[in-house]
C-alpha cells in the first residue's frame, strides 16, 4: 500500500519557468516531509524539508508547500534550469519514529534549454 | 564531505548463489538503512539498524538479511538470490539527530 504518492511519472518544463512537483499522502501520523533529488547513476541527495507544524520552507530557489488538510505537499523551483533535470522523490516520516521513511515514486523532471 | 560508499556499482549473480552487498559510511552515523528502487514503485525499505548489532525490518525484507558489526559498515544479504530480486540497491546512513537521509551511488544487481 503506496502511503506517499507522486501521481505524476513525468514533467517537462522550459528553462527559467517554474517546475511544480506534486506528492499527496495517506498517513495522517507523517510528521516530517523531505524531498529528494536522483541523477541517474547517482544516489540520492536531500533538496529540501519541511515539518508538520510549518506550511512553507524554502531554500533558494526551492520552496516546498504543505497543506496537512488535504495531505498535499508541493516542490517549487523558480527559475528551472536544465541542470535541474532529475528524478525527484518525496519521503515521509511518522511521528516518533526516526527511521521508517516512506517515499514516493518519483517524478522525473526535465528542463527544456 | 559526508560519504556513503557502496561495494560494487553493477553486479550479476546466478539464482540461487549467495550475494553480499557492503556499505560504509564515514560520518559517525548511528542509522543505515538498505532500501530497493523499482521503477513504479519508488524506494522501499529493507532493513535499518539504529546501532551496531541491531536492525530492524523494513517494508519488504523478506528474503534478505542484514549485518551491522561495526558503526560504519551494514551488509545486506541474499541467502539465496532469485530473479525477482534484480534491482537498484541503495544504502544510507543518518545521524541521531536530524533526519537528512545520506546515500551511496547504488549498486545495481542483476539476478539470472
Known amino acids: 500500500d503506496q502511503q506517499v504518492k507522486q501521481n505524476s511519472p513525468s514533467l517537462s518544463v522550459q528553462e527559467g519557468r517554474i517546475s511544480i512537483l506534486n506528492c499527496d499522502y495517506t498517513?495522517?501520523?507523517?510528521?516530517?516531509f523531505l524531498w529528494y533529488k536522483k541523477y541517474p547513476a547517482e544516489g540520492p541527495t536531500f533538496l529540501i524539508s519541511?515539518?508538520?507544524?510549518?506550511d512553507k520552507n524554502e531554500d533558494g530557489r526551492f520552496t516546498v508547500f504543505l497543506n496537512k488538510s488535504a495531505k498535499h505537499l508541493s516542490l517549487h523551483i523558480v527559475p528551472s534550469q536544465p541542470g535541474d533535470s532529475a528524478v525527484y522523490f518525496c519521503?515521509?516520516?511518522?511521528?516518533?519514529?526516526?527511521?521508517?521513511?516512506?517515499f514516493g515514486t518519483g517524478t522525473s523532471l526535465t528542463v527544456i534549454p | 564531505d559526508v560519504k556513503v560508499t557502496q561495494s560494487s556499482r553493477y553486479l550479476v549473480k546466478r539464482t540461487g548463489e549467495k550475494v553480499f552487498l557492503e556499505c560504509v559510511q564515514d560520518?559517525?552515523?548511528?542509522?543505515m538503512f538498505w532500501y530497493r528502487q523499482d521503477p513504479g514503485l519508488g524506494l522501499r525499505l529493507i532493513y535499518f539498524?539504529?546501532?551496531?548489532?541491531?536492525?530492524e525490518k523494513g517494508d519488504i525484507p523478506e528474503g534478505y538479511s542484514v549485518s551491522r558489526e561495526k558503526k560504519e559498515r551494514f551488509s545486506l544479504i541474499l541467502e539465496s538470490a532469485s530473479t525477482n530480486q534484480t534491482s537498484m540497491y541503495l544504502c544510507?546512513?543518518?545521524?541521531?539527530?536530524?533526519?537528512?537521509?545520506?546515500f551511496g551511488p547504488g549498486t545495481r544487481l542483476t539476478v539470472t
Open positions: 544510507a546512513s543518518r545521524p541521531t539527530s536530524g533526519y537528512e537521509q545520506y
Open positions: 498517513n495522517s501520523m507523517f510528521d516530517y
Open positions: 519541511i515539518s508538520s507544524i510549518k
Open positions: 519521503a515521509a516520516i511518522p511521528l516518533n519514529t526516526g527511521n521508517q521513511f516512506y
Open positions: 560520518m559517525d552515523h548511528e542509522n
Open positions: 539498524s539504529y546501532d551496531v548489532k541491531m536492525k
